[in-house]
């Protein structure tokens, strides 16, 4: 089974920056995606990236602000979080297959 570990969440203030990654433990031959959930709210998929990164998915929500990529050399997913908003405030999860990594917190302050 895949190990997911996600790193690079942080306390910015609103219409900053933050650029999360993702290492897999080994080889990822399919989509991967990056979802999040704010306490008392449901969880959203955030993005999505097909294995050879000619296909994306935003929500609505981030579109023109987020940015997903991977590095399949190095077993790599990151998601570049732009003009971040109070409400982007939430754990950020790496998703491949059914497995998730452990979240980081990204958290947004006016």
């Known amino acids: 089974q895949v190990q997911l570990v996600e790193s690079g969440g942080g306390s910015v203030q609103a219409g900053g920056s933050l650029r999360l990654s993702c290492a897999a433990s080994?080889?990822?031959?399919?989509?991967m995606g990056w979802f999040r959930q704010a306490p008392g709210k449901e969880r959203e998929g955030v993005a999505a990236?097909?294995?050879?990164?000619?296909?994306?998915y935003y929500a609505d929500s981030v579109k023109g602000r987020f940015t997903i990529s991977r590095d399949n050399t190095r077993n790599m997913l990151y998601l570049q979080l732009n003009s971040l908003k109070i409400e982007d405030t939430a754990m950020y999860y790496c998703?491949?297959?059914?497995?998730r990594g452990q979240g980081t917190q990204v958290t947004v302050s006016s």
């Open positions: 990236i097909s294995y050879h990164g000619r296909a994306t």
């Open positions: 080994r080889y990822t031959n399919n989509s």
């Open positions: 998703a491949y297959d059914d497995r």
